[in-house]
């Protein structure tokens, strides 16, 4: 039961204490300051502010945490400016970009346990979204609105959240090419790992294998596709408690075709997660170093790396290169 404990939540770690202080935060630019309208920028032309969200997702993307933790508090505070100074004509593509914006830094937020700036950076997504005309930006603003309402224990406002912003792009946009349907595809894995969390078994598995069919249509590329949902088998599992079945579910993917490093750093997660559930550390071990290689910010500065790596520390000695490991992630 401890080891289950352990695995099953994070504790709530805050991006400052995670991430190195970016050069921009010592002089006051954070995202906070952006939020409380205490740090300003100049509007940008909508091309160039686009560059830059484009950017930012990219290195989100790559699991470049460090790097967009730095360019996140300007990138806010041009997207704010920008929108307030728009147009009529641009009112509602500016609010666009300003939800980009602030999702983007919701995801980085998410990623590092700052449950806080996480809901206020989404829900600041979905208001200005809601002023936009992109169904595909509402319904992403809705989808990380209802992962921070699930961290912050709200699961059942969560999941009404979620499927009903994937009914919502369903109906009203009938889902005509594949950023649509991997869009809903996310959006009913989300539903399915929510479900999960909540202990509703029956619901997570239904949920999950309907997402693969707009999976399927979504095709390949750097999309949602059915290797997502091979992943979300693994989480789903694991996180259930079935982590025989997570492993199973390990083994049958292969990570190379994983194309973003943030999406193979799940991966990498939730496989060293349920070895360790599993009772077998060494295999845990294994993932995490695997990890290190593949995504190393995702082992130095996210919360699940810390906890394992501590957690292997005190219940093993007898795995080589385990201190070291901890020693190059502050651990020890």
Do not use: C
């Not at 619901?203 to 997402?211: I, K, S, V």
């Not at 906890?307 to 992630?329: C, E, K, M, N, V």
């Amino acid at each position: 039961m401890r080891r289950r404990n352990f695995i099953a939540g994070s504790a709530a770690v805050g991006m400052s204490a995670m991430l190195p202080r970016p050069a921009a935060a010592v002089r006051g630019d954070t995202i906070e300051d952006v939020l409380f309208g205490t740090t300003t920028a100049e509007p940008l032309p909508a091309s160039q502010l686009a560059a830059q969200i484009t950017a930012a997702r990219a290195d989100y993307r790559a699991a470049r945490y460090t790097r967009l933790a730095r360019r996140l508090p300007n990138l806010l505070a041009h997207a704010v400016a920008s929108r307030a100074v728009a147009g009529a004509d641009d009112q509602a593509a500016a609010a666009s970009r300003l939800a980009q914006a602030y999702g983007v830094a919701s995801q980085l937020s998410i990623k590092m346990h700052d449950n806080g700036t996480a809901r206020a950076t989404a829900n600041r997504a979905v208001q200005a979204a809601t002023a936009g005309t992109d169904p595909l930006v509402l319904a992403e603003s809705h989808r990380l609105a209802a992962t921070a309402l699930r961290r912050t224990d709200h699961g059942d406002a969560a999941q009404r959240l979620v499927l009903d912003a994937a009914e919502q792009l369903r109906i009203t946009t009938a889902l005509p090419d594949p950023d649509h349907h991997a869009l809903y595809g996310q959006l009913l894995a989300v539903a399915s790992y929510t479900a999960a969390i909540r202990n509703d078994r029956d619901a997570a598995w239904t949920l999950l294998g309907e997402a693969e069919t707009p999976a399927r249509a979504a095709g390949l590329g750097d999309r949602f596709n059915s290797t997502e949902v091979a992943v979300y088998r693994i989480s789903v599992a694991r996180v259930l408690g079935d982590y025989g079945t997570a492993v199973d579910y390990a083994r049958k993917v292969d990570p190379r075709r994983i194309i973003a490093p943030e999406r193979r750093a799940r991966y990498w997660e939730d496989t060293a997660l349920a070895l360790h559930g599993r009772g077998r550390p060494a295999g845990a071990f294994d993932a995490l170093r695997a990890a290190e290689r593949d995504v190393p910010e995702e082992v130095q500065h996210r919360p699940w790396a810390q906890q394992l790596t501590q957690h292997l520390l005190s219940s093993s000695t007898s795995l080589p290169g385990l201190r070291d490991l901890a020693s190059r992630i502050g651990i020890a």
